[in-house]
């Protein structure tokens, strides 16, 4: 399946559930394993298990293959291995403990992100900038206000 397609299947899937900030990092210079790398945060264990269920339908639906999925038995981190993609689906606390971004992130791949119209639902957008090493990392939706103590 060509990298790009794919990148839009997982994208679409994570965005259909509503997955929060989406980050996708090139990483064709430190493997040969896979070529991108997608974290995303997930606000439960039932949204993770959920968003890995929409990644994994729409890679299928766009005639990709799912090599694994690991973690969703507990849901806190859930991996799916989409091949030439691996995306890592983690609720914000483990996220930032792990902070996947410093390990894979120093070549971040500009995406766009379906952004709401008018009525509530999401609107299409162009397609990704692949390449270029110097993008930004990839469009954030906006984050969720929480009340943190300190």
Avoid at 60 to 89: F, M, P, Q, R, Y
């Amino acid at each position: 399946m060509e990298l790009q397609k794919l990148q839009r299947a997982i994208i679409d899937g994570l965005e259909d559930v509503k997955a929060q900030d989406i980050k996708v990092f090139n990483t064709t210079h430190l493997t040969s394993l896979f070529d991108r790398v997608v974290v995303a945060s997930g606000t439960s264990n039932r949204q993770t298990k959920a968003l890995a269920n929409s990644v994994r339908e729409k890679v299928k639906e766009a005639g990709g293959d799912i090599i694994s999925t690991e973690g969703e038995e507990i849901g806190e981190w859930v991996l799916v291995d989409c091949g030439d993609a691996v995306v890592h689906i983690l609720q914000p606390a483990l996220r930032q403990y792990y902070n996947l971004e410093e390990v894979w992130g120093d070549k971040p791949v500009r995406v766009k992100l379906q952004k709401p119209n008018m009525f509530g639902g999401a609107s299409v957008t162009a397609d990704e900038d692949e390449d270029d090493e110097n993008a930004a990392p990839a469009v954030k939706r906006p984050a969720r206000k929480t009340t943190r103590k300190h």
